[in-house]
């Protein structure tokens, strides 16, 4: 399997908005609703920030935002902080019962 | 609260075997969910590793399948994770992570995203 196509890199100002997209095949993003990102900064755990797209686990900002159209999954991460610098992964369930991760996305906040 | 804690060896040898084990508190595996791994290799991204169910039924990323096993010992509410003839490549720090599978009613194999994750633990390779 393919890994999901993420760009490497995103920046944005505080305050500002921005998106990071996901793009992978019928065979995975656009044949399910069950696209999931995730936070890490240097050096810690990876943190589930969205699942099945658009649903945030308690305790995650409604900064963060999750939606698709077609392949292609996105996050967008509104009113910027520089807390929010990481980098993003998106993974998706796949035809054949598996999982896939993009490749990340590195989020400067100017 | 739930919890996972990797633990093994802190160093293993080109062309022998890796293993890890994950302890789960707070949560007991026979419960359901499926339960994963990860791999980041140092300054790299996310890899897929596999998941196993309580029931033992497994889900492998197609790129290691040939060398992983993962097994599950619900009377120590532990996983584990086995991967041979590793080299140099397979350098990598190593998650376990729990995964629903259900939604709306509907369950799948391999599960469906990764909600609790153990701290990690970094698996040198030495050639």
């Known amino acids: 399997q393919s890994a999901l196509t993420q760009p490497a890199s995103v920046s944005g100002s505080p305050g500002q908005s921005v998106t990071i997209s996901c793009t992978g095949t019928t065979s995975d993003v656009g044949g399910y609703n069950f696209v999931s990102w995730y936070q890490q900064h240097p050096g810690k755990v990876p943190k589930l920030m969205i699942y099945h797209v658009t649903n945030r686990p308690s305790g995650v900002s409604n900064r963060f935002s999750g939606s698709k159209s077609g392949n292609t999954a996105s996050l967008t991460i509104s009113g910027l902080q520089a807390e929010d610098e990481a980098d993003y992964y998106c993974?998706?369930?796949?035809?054949?019962?598996?999982?896939?991760f993009g490749g990340g996305t590195k989020l400067t906040v100017l | 609260q739930v919890q996972l804690l990797e633990s093994g060896p802190g160093l293993v040898k080109a062309s022998e075997t890796l293993s890890l084990t994950c302890s789960v508190s707070g949560y007991p595996i026979s419960s359901g969910y499926y339960w994963g791994w990860i791999r980041q290799p140092p300054g790299k991204g996310l890899e897929w590793i596999g998941s196993?169910?309580?029931?033992?039924?497994?889900s492998y990323n197609p790129s290691l399948q040939s060398r992983v096993t993962i097994s599950v010992d619900t009377s120590k509410n532990q996983f584990s994770l086995k991967l041979n003839s590793v080299t140099a490549a397979d350098t990598a720090v190593f998650y376990c992570a729990r995964s629903p599978h259900c939604f709306s009613g509907s369950c799948h194999n391999g599960g469906l995203y990764f909600e609790y994750w153990g701290q990690g633990t970094l698996v040198p390779v030495s050639s």
């Open positions: 196993i169910f309580h029931s033992g039924s497994t």
């Open positions: 993974t998706s369930y796949t035809s054949s019962s598996t999982l896939v």
